[in-house]
Structure formats: structure tokens, C-alpha cells
């Protein structure tokens, strides 16, 4: 079954560290772009990383620049978040999520496959 | 950076009833728009991609539309599963991308 499972969330004091990771079953990993979309509690979607299909390239939200590092694994067929000097406003559930193919090794933008997300608290 | 604003923010609709649920883009991003539902404890789900595209096992019932910057979702025939929240996505181009705020479609 085509799948996306995120690990790694939970408590963590401000200023601290914490590596969330994804695993994909069940379809060509290396196809996808993939992309992490969070949401703070009550509040709607933050896009704040987008990784190429070889993992070379990345993108990320000014609010996460700097500190959170995103990356894969395609022998693992996994993609992982690592977060640096957390802040209490990163408290969120983390998403992971796969982009489709526009032709190859050129995505769409658009998110078809989510993860059940994992949360993260920030605080003291 | 496009900035997505969707109307209205809440939305009151019986059951059986059409919801129409808008977004505009603050630029011009050709038919780049995609759109979610969310409900409560959920992920998110790909409804519709390419403004007017239904996503695979996505019922007829919904039905996307617009170009440019003026994008519209509907829900014919509302059914109880539907009540959730909405997001539309622009994806022209490279990211940075923002959502929409979100539309939340409440029973009436």
C-alpha cells in the first residue's frame, strides 16, 4: 500500500534539537520531489521544505531557513527533517508529503501522497 | 511570493446543499492551483490539482475551476463526510509556496 509514515516528533525545550523522519512504502521514491508542511495547533499549513528527487537540491521557508535541514536517503527510501534551535512557534504537527512527476526530474508543486504527521512541542 | 486568500472563512451549508468556496492569488499563476480537505485529526487530502483536475477516488461531487488569479471549488450535494476545512495551494513555479487560509464548511 502506497504510504508516507513520519517519526521522531515529541517534547523538546527551546533552543533545542530534534531529527523527524519519513518513510515511503510502496512506490518509486526516487520519482518524487518531497516536500514537509506543518501546522501549528488551530492554525492552517505552513510549506517549509521542498527536496529534490536526488536530494541535491532544497528549498525552504524563510521562517526555517538557517536551522532546519532537510535531506534523504533513497536506499532507504526516506527523507529526514532535522531542527535546529527550536522555538516555542515551531510547535506544530509535521507533515510529510510526496510531489509528482511534471516530466522527469521536474516536479509539480502539487502534494497527492500525506503522512499522518508527527507532532512536535516546543516548550520550557 | 504568491499569496493565497480564500472566502469565505467559515461556511454554513445543509446537507444536500452546493458549497462554493473561493481563492485568489495576488499574481498570475496560470491553472498552478491545487486543493485540500482536512478534517479533524487528519492529514490532509489532494482534492483537485491543475485548478480543474480531480485527484484519483475523489468523487464527481467536487469540481474545481478557474486560471489566472480567481479560483473556485464546489461541492455539489453536500454529503456529512464533507464538512471539514479547505486549502487551496498555488504551485507555479519554485517554492516558496503559501496556502490559502483555509475555509471551514460547517454544518448548518
Known amino acids: 500500500q502506497v504510504h508516507l509514515e513520519e517519526s521522531g516528533g515529541g517534547l523538546v525545550e527551546p533552543g533545542g534539537s530534534l531529527r523527524l523522519s519519513c518513510a515511503a512504502s510502496e512506490f518509486t521514491f526516487t520519482n518524487y520531489y518531497m516536500g514537509w508542511i506543518r501546522q501549528a495547533p488551530e492554525k492552517g499549513l505552513e510549506w517549509i521544505s521542498f527536496l529534490s528527487s536526488s536530494g541535491k537540491t532544497v528549498y525552504y521557508a524563510d521562517s526555517v531557513r538557517g536551522r532546519f535541514t532537510t535531506s534523504r536517503d533513497n536506499a532507504k527510501n526516506s527523507v529526514y527533517l532535522q531542527m535546529n534551535s527550536l522555538r516555542v512557534e515551531d510547535t506544530a504537527i509535521y507533515y510529510c508529503?510526496?510531489?509528482?512527476?511534471?516530466?522527469?526530474?521536474?516536479?509539480?508543486?502539487?502534494?497527492?501522497?500525506w503522512g499522518r504527521g508527527t507532532p512536535v512541542t516546543v516548550s520550557s | 511570493e504568491v499569496v493565497m486568500t480564500q472566502s469565505p472563512a467559515s461556511l454554513s451549508v445543509s446537507p444536500g446543499e452546493r458549497a462554493i468556496l473561493s481563492c485568489r492569488a495576488s499574481q498570475n499563476i496560470n491553472n498552478n492551483l491545487a486543493w485540500y480537505q482536512q478534517k479533524p485529526g487528519q492529514a490532509p487530502r489532494l482534492l483537485i490539482y491543475?485548478?480543474?483536475t480531480r485527484a484519483t477516488g475523489i468523487p464527481v461531487r467536487f469540481s474545481g475551476s478557474g486560471s489566472g488569479t480567481e479560483f473556485t471549488l464546489t461541492i455539489d450535494s453536500l454529503q456529512s463526510e464533507d464538512f471539514a476545512v479547505y486549502y487551496c495551494?498555488?504551485?507555479?513555479?519554485?517554492?516558496?509556496?503559501?496556502f490559502g487560509q483555509g475555509t471551514k464548511v460547517e454544518i448548518k
Open positions: 491543475g485548478a480543474a
Open positions: 508529503a510526496r510531489a509528482p512527476p511534471y516530466s522527469i526530474g521536474y516536479p509539480t508543486g502539487y502534494f497527492d501522497l
Open positions: 495551494q498555488p504551485y507555479n513555479d519554485w517554492p516558496p509556496w503559501t
